[in-house]
């Protein structure tokens, strides 16, 4: 079954087969992509697939975490809580398809994940960056209380096949 993070309008999950065609699609919008650093551009309905069953078959308790985000029994984003490394503070990322932009669900989404790395893992510190580009992404971390880290860094993204500024940022739990 694995983990359940359920909010106000949102259930997040671990992700399942029939998911991967949303997933492919919202996510395989250009303009959610390149917010992202490891989602490629295009992003086919097969990709989705192995994803789902890659994710599915590495999720451990305490371990990293990815969940597809589902409104209304329909998946229409993703998010997670995650280390880039053993020694690393816990991150989150999260996306939401288009259609559902300007609604409140990423920051909603945002809540759910950070809740659980304090609750389930115990974290005292999360940290999350947005692209300088995507400002509304910052502003969904400004909501829920991140503070800035100082200048921006040098990140690749897959979607954009290159390097853009991004903004580092951090809570305390």
């Known amino acids: ?95 939401v398809g288009k259609p559902w932009w300007g609604q409140g669900l990423a920051t909603e989404l945002g809540q759910g994940l950070i809740d659980y790395a304090r609750d389930s893992l115990g974290t005292r510190r999360v940290i999350a960056g947005y692209y300088t580009d995507n400002p509304a992404s910052g502003r969904v971390l400004e909501k829920l209380g991140f503070i800035y880290q100082g200048e921006g860094v040098r990140s690749f993204s897959m979607a954009r096949m290159g390097s853009a500024d991004l903004i580092e940022m951090a809570i305390a739990l």
């Open 1 to 95: 079954m694995g983990p359940r993070i359920e909010t106000e309008r949102l259930m997040m999950r671990l992700p399942e087969l029939e998911d991967a065609v949303n997933i492919a699609t919202y996510l395989g919008d250009y303009d959610v992509a390149k917010n992202t650093a490891r989602v490629p551009h295009p992003y086919p309905a097969l990709a989705a697939e192995m994803w789902v069953l890659t994710t599915r078959a590495s999720w451990q308790p305490g371990g990293n975490l990815s969940l597809t985000v589902e409104l209304d029994g329909e998946a229409i984003g993703g998010g997670g809580v995650f280390k880039r490394s053993v020694d690393s503070d816990w991150e989150i990322g999260y996306w």
